[in-house]
Protein backbone atom coordinates (compact mmCIF):
# COMPACT_ATOMS: atom_id res chain seq x y z
CA UNK A 1 0.00 0.00 0.00
CA UNK A 2 1.43 3.59 -0.12
CA UNK A 3 0.97 5.91 2.76
CA UNK A 4 1.89 9.79 3.25
CA UNK A 5 2.73 12.17 5.64
CA UNK A 6 2.77 15.46 5.70
CA UNK A 7 1.57 18.20 8.43
CA UNK A 8 -1.59 19.25 9.28
CA UNK A 9 -1.01 22.86 9.05
CA UNK A 10 1.48 25.36 8.46
CA UNK A 11 0.98 29.27 9.21
CA UNK A 12 3.27 31.95 7.63
CA UNK A 13 3.13 36.07 7.35
CA UNK A 14 3.36 37.72 3.62
CA UNK A 15 6.60 37.37 1.68
CA UNK A 16 7.55 34.59 3.50
CA UNK A 17 9.19 31.71 2.91
CA UNK A 18 7.72 28.04 3.51
CA UNK A 19 8.77 24.55 3.03
CA UNK A 20 5.95 21.66 3.44
CA UNK A 21 7.14 18.26 3.98
CA UNK A 22 6.07 15.05 2.67
CA UNK A 23 7.41 11.57 3.38
CA UNK A 24 6.06 8.60 2.02
CA UNK A 25 5.88 4.63 2.31
CA UNK A 26 5.17 2.96 -0.71
CA UNK A 27 4.92 -0.18 -2.74
CA UNK A 28 5.72 1.65 -5.94
CA UNK A 29 6.60 4.17 -6.57
CA UNK A 30 7.01 6.45 -9.75
CA UNK A 31 7.33 10.30 -8.79
CA UNK A 32 5.62 12.74 -6.31
CA UNK A 33 3.30 15.67 -7.25
CA UNK A 34 2.00 18.22 -5.17
CA UNK A 35 -1.70 20.39 -5.71
CA UNK A 36 -2.89 22.98 -4.71
CA UNK A 37 -6.69 23.21 -3.42
CA UNK A 38 -8.36 26.42 -1.99
CA UNK A 39 -11.37 25.79 0.11
CA UNK A 40 -14.46 24.69 -2.06
CA UNK A 41 -12.58 24.14 -5.14
CA UNK A 42 -10.80 21.85 -6.87
CA UNK A 43 -7.42 20.34 -6.90
CA UNK A 44 -4.92 21.90 -9.20
CA UNK A 45 -1.81 20.35 -9.92
CA UNK A 46 1.43 22.64 -9.07
CA UNK A 47 4.49 20.28 -9.75
CA UNK A 48 6.20 16.71 -10.03
CA UNK A 49 8.92 15.31 -9.23
CA UNK A 50 9.69 11.81 -11.19
CA UNK A 51 13.49 12.30 -10.72
CA UNK A 52 16.14 13.40 -7.61
CA UNK A 53 16.33 17.46 -7.73
CA UNK A 54 14.83 20.44 -7.49
CA UNK A 55 12.12 21.57 -9.74
CA UNK A 56 11.11 25.50 -10.05
CA UNK A 57 8.01 27.00 -11.11
CA UNK A 58 8.27 30.55 -10.47
CA UNK A 59 7.80 31.29 -6.54
CA UNK A 60 6.85 26.88 -6.15
CA UNK A 61 9.82 24.26 -5.90
CA UNK A 62 9.58 20.98 -5.36
CA UNK A 63 12.38 18.84 -4.42
CA UNK A 64 12.44 15.61 -4.27
CA UNK A 65 14.78 12.38 -2.72
CA UNK A 66 14.25 9.20 -3.62
CA UNK A 67 16.69 7.11 -1.33
CA UNK A 68 15.05 9.18 1.35
CA UNK A 69 11.45 8.70 0.45
CA UNK A 70 10.94 12.33 1.12
CA UNK A 71 9.72 15.53 -0.71
CA UNK A 72 9.12 19.48 0.11
CA UNK A 73 7.05 22.02 -1.60
CA UNK A 74 8.58 25.42 -1.05
CA UNK A 75 6.84 28.56 -1.68
CA UNK A 76 8.34 31.59 -1.60
CA UNK A 77 7.25 35.21 -1.49
CA UNK A 78 3.92 34.33 -0.03
CA UNK A 79 0.86 35.64 -0.77
CA UNK A 80 -2.68 35.94 0.88
CA UNK A 81 -4.22 34.24 -2.42
CA UNK A 82 -1.17 30.63 -1.32
CA UNK A 83 -3.70 30.42 1.75
CA UNK A 84 -5.09 26.88 0.93
CA UNK A 85 -4.61 23.10 1.83
CA UNK A 86 -1.49 21.37 -0.16
CA UNK A 87 -1.45 17.58 -0.73
CA UNK A 88 1.66 16.06 -2.15
CA UNK A 89 0.33 12.68 -4.00
CA UNK A 90 2.31 9.56 -4.74
CA UNK A 91 1.85 8.14 -8.37
CA UNK A 92 2.07 4.51 -8.81
CA UNK A 93 4.38 2.80 -11.19
CA UNK A 94 1.62 0.14 -12.28
CA UNK A 95 3.77 -2.50 -11.77
CA UNK A 96 1.36 -4.65 -9.48
CA UNK A 97 -1.33 -4.29 -11.45
CA UNK A 98 -2.29 -0.89 -10.59
CA UNK A 99 -3.01 1.97 -12.61
CA UNK A 100 0.43 3.36 -13.95
CA UNK A 101 -0.73 7.53 -13.24
CA UNK A 102 -2.90 6.36 -9.78
CA UNK A 103 -2.66 9.22 -7.45
CA UNK A 104 -2.67 8.44 -3.41
CA UNK A 105 -2.82 11.50 -2.05
CA UNK A 106 -1.66 12.67 1.60
CA UNK A 107 -4.28 14.19 3.92
CA UNK A 108 -2.98 17.46 2.93
CA UNK A 109 -1.45 20.85 4.84
CA UNK A 110 -3.60 23.89 5.49
CA UNK A 111 -1.24 26.58 5.03
CA UNK A 112 -2.43 30.04 6.17
CA UNK A 113 -0.83 32.72 5.24
CA UNK A 114 -1.29 36.24 7.41
CA UNK A 115 -1.16 40.02 6.47
CA UNK B 1 -11.03 25.87 -23.43
CA UNK B 2 -13.99 24.29 -20.94
CA UNK B 3 -12.03 22.42 -18.42
CA UNK B 4 -12.95 19.10 -16.67
CA UNK B 5 -16.93 19.95 -15.90
CA UNK B 6 -18.96 17.96 -13.66
CA UNK B 7 -22.44 17.80 -12.92
CA UNK B 8 -24.85 18.43 -10.35
CA UNK B 9 -22.81 20.25 -8.30
CA UNK B 10 -24.22 19.58 -5.61
CA UNK B 11 -26.96 16.43 -4.45
CA UNK B 12 -28.74 16.21 -1.85
CA UNK B 13 -30.54 12.84 -1.40
CA UNK B 14 -32.12 10.30 1.05
CA UNK B 15 -30.64 7.12 2.68
CA UNK B 16 -31.49 4.59 0.16
CA UNK B 17 -31.84 6.43 -2.96
CA UNK B 18 -29.60 6.02 -6.26
CA UNK B 19 -27.58 8.86 -7.58
CA UNK B 20 -25.96 9.38 -10.45
CA UNK B 21 -22.88 11.67 -11.25
CA UNK B 22 -21.33 13.02 -14.64
CA UNK B 23 -18.24 14.17 -15.80
CA UNK B 24 -16.90 15.56 -18.90
CA UNK B 25 -13.55 15.62 -19.41
CA UNK B 26 -11.45 17.58 -21.28
CA UNK B 27 -12.40 16.51 -24.83
CA UNK B 28 -8.64 14.97 -26.07
CA UNK B 29 -7.84 13.43 -22.29
CA UNK B 30 -8.05 9.79 -22.95
CA UNK B 31 -7.44 9.11 -19.38
CA UNK B 32 -10.38 9.59 -16.89
CA UNK B 33 -10.12 9.36 -13.00
CA UNK B 34 -12.73 9.38 -10.08
CA UNK B 35 -11.84 10.11 -6.97
CA UNK B 36 -13.62 10.75 -3.41
CA UNK B 37 -12.63 13.48 -0.87
CA UNK B 38 -14.16 13.76 2.79
CA UNK B 39 -13.24 16.61 5.23
CA UNK B 40 -9.80 16.71 6.16
CA UNK B 41 -9.03 14.24 4.15
CA UNK B 42 -6.98 14.58 0.73
CA UNK B 43 -8.84 12.66 -2.59
CA UNK B 44 -8.90 9.17 -2.57
CA UNK B 45 -8.54 6.86 -5.44
CA UNK B 46 -12.48 5.38 -6.98
CA UNK B 47 -11.72 3.81 -10.28
CA UNK B 48 -9.92 4.88 -13.81
CA UNK B 49 -10.88 4.80 -17.71
CA UNK B 50 -8.77 4.66 -20.33
CA UNK B 51 -10.83 6.29 -23.25
CA UNK B 52 -14.00 3.58 -22.65
CA UNK B 53 -11.96 0.44 -21.03
CA UNK B 54 -12.17 0.56 -16.98
CA UNK B 55 -8.94 -0.62 -15.72
CA UNK B 56 -8.65 -0.09 -12.44
CA UNK B 57 -11.37 -0.13 -9.15
CA UNK B 58 -10.58 0.72 -6.06
CA UNK B 59 -11.51 -2.22 -3.32
CA UNK B 60 -12.62 0.28 -1.33
CA UNK B 61 -15.48 0.83 -4.48
CA UNK B 62 -18.64 -1.60 -2.95
CA UNK B 63 -20.90 -3.34 -5.63
CA UNK B 64 -23.24 -0.15 -4.69
CA UNK B 65 -20.27 1.99 -6.88
CA UNK B 66 -20.72 1.58 -10.44
CA UNK B 67 -19.17 3.92 -13.35
CA UNK B 68 -19.69 3.82 -16.99
CA UNK B 69 -17.66 5.81 -20.02
CA UNK B 70 -19.58 4.86 -23.16
CA UNK B 71 -18.10 6.59 -25.64
CA UNK B 72 -14.90 7.19 -24.25
CA UNK B 73 -15.87 10.47 -23.37
CA UNK B 74 -17.94 11.60 -20.55
CA UNK B 75 -18.29 9.39 -17.40
CA UNK B 76 -20.73 8.45 -15.22
CA UNK B 77 -20.54 7.52 -11.21
CA UNK B 78 -23.72 6.03 -10.11
CA UNK B 79 -24.35 5.14 -6.38
CA UNK B 80 -27.11 2.90 -5.64
CA UNK B 81 -28.81 2.75 -2.18
CA UNK B 82 -27.05 5.36 -0.65
CA UNK B 83 -25.38 5.20 2.55
CA UNK B 84 -25.26 8.47 5.25
CA UNK B 85 -21.77 7.31 5.13
CA UNK B 86 -21.46 8.30 0.75
CA UNK B 87 -21.77 11.60 1.58
CA UNK B 88 -18.27 13.29 0.22
CA UNK B 89 -17.50 15.54 -2.73
CA UNK B 90 -16.70 13.37 -5.46
CA UNK B 91 -14.09 14.59 -7.87
CA UNK B 92 -13.51 12.97 -11.76
CA UNK B 93 -10.55 14.14 -12.80
CA UNK B 94 -8.79 13.85 -16.86
CA UNK B 95 -5.14 13.74 -18.20
CA UNK B 96 -3.92 13.26 -22.10
CA UNK B 97 -2.04 9.57 -22.52
CA UNK B 98 1.60 11.44 -23.14
CA UNK B 99 5.06 10.87 -22.02
CA UNK B 100 7.17 12.24 -19.50
CA UNK B 101 6.54 15.52 -17.48
CA UNK B 102 2.96 16.07 -19.49
CA UNK B 103 1.81 12.42 -18.30
CA UNK B 104 1.74 13.56 -14.77
CA UNK B 105 -0.72 16.04 -14.47
CA UNK B 106 -4.34 15.31 -13.75
CA UNK B 107 -7.09 18.06 -14.18
CA UNK B 108 -9.43 17.99 -11.67
CA UNK B 109 -13.25 18.97 -12.12
CA UNK B 110 -14.90 21.13 -9.26
CA UNK B 111 -16.41 18.08 -7.96
CA UNK B 112 -20.26 17.14 -7.09
CA UNK B 113 -20.97 17.45 -3.12
CA UNK B 114 -23.40 14.65 -2.15
CA UNK B 115 -25.32 14.83 1.01
CA UNK B 116 -27.11 11.37 2.15
CA UNK B 117 -30.01 12.13 4.78
Known amino acids: GQSLEQPSEVTAVEGAIVQINCTYQTSGFYGLSWYQQHDGGAPTFLSYNGLDGLEETGRFSSFLSRSDSYGYLLLQELQMKDSASYFC????????????????FGRGTQLTVWP | DTGVSQDPRHKITKRGQNVTFRCDPISEHNRLYWYRQTLGQGPEFLTY????????KSRLLSDRFSAERPKGSFSTLEIQRTEQGDSAMYLC???????????????FGPGTRLTVL
Open chain 2, 93 to 107: ASSPQTSGRADSEQF
Open chain 1, 89 to 104: AVRDDGRRGSTLGRLY
Open chain 2, 49 to 56: FQNEAQLE
